[in-house]
């Protein structure tokens, strides 16, 4: 909870109509001279019942903030509901997931089908689903539309968040940028610039100086703590727009009426955002970052992690935009374990502003504990697939593997002895193969960068690895895997081939929650995809997944196609054993398409 002032509020939880017994720990960060983050932990006394509905109040000690948040509560609440509530979920029947969540994208934001989902179950409808999982980009901070950045702004400047001396810049400070020229759609002419004095420099560039990032939308690229920050304020309240004036006069004049054009779909957004605000105080929510949370590309190979952390302003904001997911997103799905990050953190962000903050960056880059499981049933395993790559040895500008070995070793250990796992990644572990060749190919000629080569079976390793966990005896017979990433979805049914008891493994593609894919092409890759890589095919001999039959779940309004483009969020229905797995796609223009099992998938 983010609040003006430094007084946190107290939780009182109750289970039923009786006050639970329980220690309530606050910790609290200030981030600016009126914005402080507020971690609000209640631990009770007996462990709640599963699916027992758990009702929370906040209360503030001071009246005028008190008030306030009644207010606000007013805005939180479904139709007849007194109270804050939600339930912890036991045996999981019911998970939402989704990735993507770009705001000047013109499609409707997802989450709504989510919150009408919770609605329902205020008017004696079906009751809530148990998780929701964002499974990556839930901000875009290197693709910000001019509007948003103008809101950024002034969202900074309303509740002073901290900003930051920067080295090697075209500007001193952060907060030179307001006023710059180059502030609004011109933000590549600040960012860094190496010579090309790599191989990899030469073969992409050919000059004697190219951009550290590879973003093609990096015009509005978030630079500063400050703008990363007011921007998660943006997409997750609407409290912070209420204090956002629009002038198109500020930007160039060549770029007016683009952000005319943009104001439309950010304005929608905003007005949206009560009700998204609204689901997340009702159902427990877990994140994950992928690369748009921090920048296009991100560590994707080993040459681009050593041009960018060696400049200085694109280290730094690297670590800006890992410092807000961890504030935001991170600190919240496993408080416990961060407690060496909060005891630097508490050194860095002071009421005279941020005092040792390339140390605090330091160590989120050394951090390896960004990954993390849910104790229900069947478990929850989140794999981090950014931080702990396996870095080709052969080349620069190979792609890294999404986790080195020692990661993997670990995932495996956590998923032996289970029936069933519920496993969290954010790049697809079975992606359209049709695709995965064309990236290998650009690979294969240098330029990984150029069509975001990420895909699990890029990297030999960890492919091997990865496979070789499926194939375990002692892995679990049901796997789920939940990914997003792709802006397209898709539903995969894979059985080990020349196997009698092989695991039952479904996985769901869900993105974007508000992104999709260029039509025309993605209709394109789908058919190619279904005529040289259909499950029967002999080109899967050729592919690292030979010994695995994978079979393609059409959504029911296109049988024809595989591949759904359509901005959703994705709704996972299982039965208590695992053993029948719907996926749902929930589409924010309202319709709702099912990907049902082929009834000759291979046993």
């Not at 020229?181 to 560039?205: D, E, G, M, W």
């Not at 939308?217 to 978030?222: G, I, K, R, S, Y």
């Not at 409290?239 to 629009?246: C, R």
């Not at 294969?444 to 895909?455: F, H, S």
Request: charged share 20%; net charge negative.
């Amino acid at each position: 909870m983010v609040t003006s002032e430094s007084v946190a509020p107290e939780i009182s939880v109750l289970a039923g109509h009786v006050e639970c017994r329980g220690n309530t720990t606050q910790e609290q960060l200030q981030v600016g001279k009126h914005a402080f983050v507020n971690l609000l932990t209640f631990t009770p006394e007996q462990p709640f019942d599963a699916e027992a509905l758990i009702a929370y109040e906040l209360q503030f000690k001071h009246s005028v903030q008190q008030s306030n948040w009644q207010h606000t509560l007013s805005t939180l609440l479904y139709p007849n509901q007194q109270t804050l509530n939600f339930r912890i979920p036991g045996t999981l029947s019911n998970v939402l997931h989704g990735s993507c969540r770009k705001p000047h994208h013109p499609a409707q934001d997802s989450l709504l089908r989510a919150d009408a989902l919770v609605a329902q179950e205020f008017t004696k409808g079906p009751q809530r689903p148990d998780l929701l999982i964002m499974t990556g980009d839930q901000i875009y901070a290197d693709d910000v539309a001019g509007p948003m950045l103008q809101a950024i702004l002034q969202t900074i400047d309303h509740y002073g968040l901290f900003h930051e001396s920067l080295d090697q810049a075209v500007v001193g400070s952060t907060q030179d940028l307001i006023g710059h020229p180059y502030c609004y759609y011109h933000r590549q002419q600040i960012l860094p610039q190496v010579k090309t004095n790599t191989a990899l420099s030469k073969l992409f560039f050919g000059a004697k100086k190219k951009p550290v990032f590879t973003s093609v939308n990096a015009q509005n690229h978030l630079i500063g703590l400050a703008e990363v920050l007011a921007m998660y304020l943006l997409v997750w309240s609407d409290t912070p727009w209420a204090n956002v004036v629009f002038n198109a006069n500020e930007v160039p004049e060549q770029f007016r009426s683009k952000f005319l054009q943009e104001l439309d779909t950010i304005a929608a957004f905003a007005a949206d955002l009560v009700k998204v605000r609204r689901l997340l105080a009702h159902i427990p929510c877990y994140m994950i970052f992928d690369d748009h949370d921090v920048t296009d590309d991100w560590n994707l190979t080993r040459g681009w992690e050593q041009e960018v952390y060696g400049h200085p302003l694109s280290r730094r904001m690297v670590g800006n935009a890992l410092a807000g997911y961890w504030l935001c997103q991170g600190w919240g799905n496993a408080p416990d374990r961060f407690a060496p990050l909060v005891k630097q953190a508490v050194e860095n962000f002071t009421p005279a502003g941020l005092q040792r903050h390339e140390d605090f960056i330091d160590a989120l880059f050394s951090w390896e504990d960004w990954h993390y499981g849910l104790d229900t049933q069947p478990p929850v395993q989140v794999l981090d697939t950014r931080t702990r790559r396996w870095r080709s040895e052969s080349s620069l500008n190979k792609p890294s593997g999404l986790m080195d070995w020692e990661a993997l070793c670990e995932f495996q250990q956590q998923t032996f002895g289970k029936e069933a796992v519920i496993v969290v990644s954010a790049a697809p572990i079975y992606g359209v193969k049709f695709i995965e060749v064309i990236q290998k190919l650009f690979t294969l000629a240098g330029k990984a960068l150029t069509v975001d080569a990420e895909n699990w079976m890029a990297h030999k390793g960890t492919a091997s690895v990865i496979l070789n966990i499926f194939r375990h005896y002692k892995t679990p017979p049901h796997f789920i895997i939940l990914s997003g990433d792709v802006h397209y979805s898709f539903v995969y049914d894979v059985r080990l081939r020349f196997r009698r008891n092989s695991p039952k493994i479904t996985q769901f593609t869900c993105s974007g929650i508000k992104n999709t894919f260029p039509n025309t092409l993605i209709r394109c890759l789908d058919t190619l995809n279904q005529w040289f890589y259909s499950a029967r095919s002999p080109l899967n001999i050729f592919t690292r997944r030979r010994n695995m039959s994978v079979h393609d779940r059409h959504p029911d309004c296109a049988p024809n196609q595989a591949l759904l483009n359509r901005a959703a969020i994705g709704q996972l229905l299982i039965d208590p054993n695992c053993e029948e797995v719907r996926c749902l796609a929930l589409c924010s223009d309202g319709e709702t398409v099912e990907f049902p099992p082929e009834s000759n998938v291979d046993n």
